[in-house]
């Protein structure tokens, strides 16, 4: 994170010294009034006035020039910002995801957003000319005493209103979000359902829970905003009769000969400059408080440290060994696999078989590095998935999982994992390899078919072939399948059953979570697991007949 805001800081610095000459050019105005009412209308030189004048109208330019580039510099500084952290960011919460229990989503992409929207609008500006007040005040004290006092009491008195805002507005609008948050995702839940939801009539129970979703983040929203707009309106309020206080107490002094007519109007105009940061925080304190709990969220996600730079490994073999996998889910007390060990050679496949439950799918996720393990180790040809870079080893792993994912572009570019071009021939391989390619040439524009977010342009089987193409593209070693047939018709299922032989014939690896006998026949090695533990392991025909034995024991001691 440093690597970006470090280059950033002195873009900071400019728009601190354009914030220091607006506040000093904002006491123009004042001063040419003071000058007018106590010495052009008593000596009647119309050249000083003109002179004045000119000086002004340049001051007043030059304002407005120095308070454009601190608003545009800001909100480039908003834009590298949100430029230089989008993929750090994306990249943790991709990374964070599958080990959050379900609870990880892109917030920090929208945390980047609120952070941009803020230093691109009104919101900091305040916080910005707040310490500036000094001057203004000491300005008044320097016209006399008594109005310098009372400008400064008025300025504690709405510094006093911003941190009582604080107190009483950060935790119910905090709330108000969180609960807002929940509201979208289940919306967005809902909407990627929607098949499920209308098939079943769940609409009106989905769009009620919706509901109790929304109306409890707006009533937490309304909370906090009341608060809001209610301190605000008694900061301006407050801010107008310390304005009139002023002037009534001018117009005492003038009148008693201790200032000038010109000072009191002054006095006036500088107060209302003191006083008007405060007052535009109070306002916008609403987008300070998001803009500022983004920035904490960033922080704590994005680690400071940068990564040293991995050594890039040989390409495996396949040998890929586990020893001693135990894996707690973060939700959980129990463990979800306990003590795995298993070997396979290259080229060699395992069926993992159990019952629902049994912790097959969260084996085959430590197997591809994707978690990893409380305890134990998984190794690709010696090398350990946890020090090896995941851009890396990914090129010699496919995966097909349980729930299917296809991305939105076309079907080559799913294949090919997005990989760009020059790989036309490897796409087409994998397609051939994974036996998709007539299947793909029988759509609408074959390979450059698009395919609608989630895949929805294609059937269930459709999808499942082109992601086992995907999981067989490029020079993959590994290969782990998640039920590879659960929408497949038997065209699809001999397809598949003909990919797992040529896996076998270029000596891949590969690890097949399935129930369906026919695909079990075609593994060398089978494990069995209950409760996250292994209750057998071994070569395919060993296990199934000490299975059959089990199976018929209990037969035998009642016969």
């Not at 937490?220 to 608060?227: N, P, Q």
């Not at 803009?291 to 073999?317: G, V």
């Not at 707690?328 to 290259?346: A, F, I, R």
């Not at 350990?384 to 090129?395: E, H, I, K, V, Y």
């Amino acid at each position: 994170m440093n690597t970006v805001i470090a280059p950033l800081r002195g873009a900071f610095i400019w728009v601190v010294f354009f914030s220091f000459g607006v506040n000093l050019l904002m006491l123009a105005l004042p001063l040419y009034l003071l000058q007018v009412f106590d010495r052009i209308l008593t000596s009647r030189s119309v050249d000083t006035l003109w002179v004045l004048t000119g000086i002004v109208l340049v001051a007043l330019v030059a304002f407005g020039i120095l308070d454009a580039l601190r608003r545009m510099m800001l909100s480039r500084v908003g834009i590298l910002i949100e430029s230089g952290l989008g993929r750090p960011v994306l990249e943790q919460s991709i990374e964070a995801a599958p080990l959050s229990g379900g609870t990880q989503s892109a917030r920090g992409v929208a945390d980047l957003q609120t952070l941009r929207s803020y230093l691109a609008g009104q919101g900091l500006l305040p916080l910005l000319d707040a310490p500036w007040s000094i001057v203004f005040l000491a300005v008044i004290f320097l016209l006399h005493p008594i109005l310098g006092w009372l400008a400064l009491a008025a300025f504690l008195g709405l510094a006093g209103f911003a941190l009582l805002n604080e107190r009483l507005t950060h935790d119910t609008l905090k709330e108000g979000r969180e609960r807002s948050g929940a509201g979208m995702r289940s919306a967005e839940h809902a909407v990627e359902n929607s098949e499920v939801i209308l098939a079943m009539g769940m609409s009106n129970v989905i769009a009620s829970g919706w509901k109790t979703l929304v109306n409890e983040a707006l009533g937490w929203l309304e909370a906090g905003t009341r608060r809001l707009q209610i301190l605000s309106s008694i900061s301006k309020v407050a801010r107008q009769m310390v304005q009139v206080a002023v002037l009534a107490t001018g117009a005492l002094l003038a009148l008693e000969g201790a200032i000038s007519p010109g000072a009191m109007i002054a006095a006036s105009i500088l107060v209302t400059r003191a006083l008007a940061p405060v007052e535009q925080l109070i306002g916008s304190w609403g987008q300070t408080v998001a803009a500022r709990d983004a920035w904490r969220r960033l922080e704590e996600n994005l680690d400071d440290e940068e990564k040293p730079a991995s050594t890039k490994m040989p390409a495996p073999t396949g040998l890929l060994r586990a020893e001693g996998l135990t894996y707690v889910h973060p939700k959980q007390d129990q463990p979800v696999l306990q003590g795995v060990n298993l070997e396979l050679q290259p080229g060699e496949s395992l069926g993992l078989i159990g019952p629902t439950g049994s912790g097959k799918t969260t084996l085959a996720r430590c197997l591809l590095g994707v978690i990893p393990p409380r305890l134990g180790s998984v190794r690709l040809d010696g090398i350990s998935l946890a020090d090896w870079a995941a851009d890396d080893r990914g090129q010699y792993i496919g995966y097909l999982p349980q729930d299917l994912e296809l991305f939105p572009g076309t079907v080559a570019e799913n294949i090919a994992r997005f990989a760009g071009e020059g790989s036309d021939a490897a796409v087409v391989k994998a397609a051939q390899l994974a036996g998709a390619h007539e299947m793909i040439l029988q759509l609408p524009m074959a390979y450059e078919t698009p395919v609608g977010p989630r895949g929805v342009t294609l059937s269930g089987g459709q999808r499942q072939r082109i992601a086992l193409a995907r999981a067989m593209f490029g020079d993959v070693r590994l290969v782990v399948l998640d039920e590879p047939n659960a929408n497949q018709d038997r065209v699809g299922e001999e397809a598949l059953l003909s990919a797992l032989r040529r896996l076998k014939e270029h000596g891949v690896t590969s690890v097949i979570i399935a129930h369906r006998p026919a695909i079990i026949q075609y593994v060398d090695k089978i494990m069995v697991l209950r409760d996250g533990k292994v209750t057998a392991y071994g070569p395919r025909d060993q296990v199934l007949a000490d299975m059959a034995k089990s199976a018929a024991a209990p037969t035998e001691r009642l016969a």
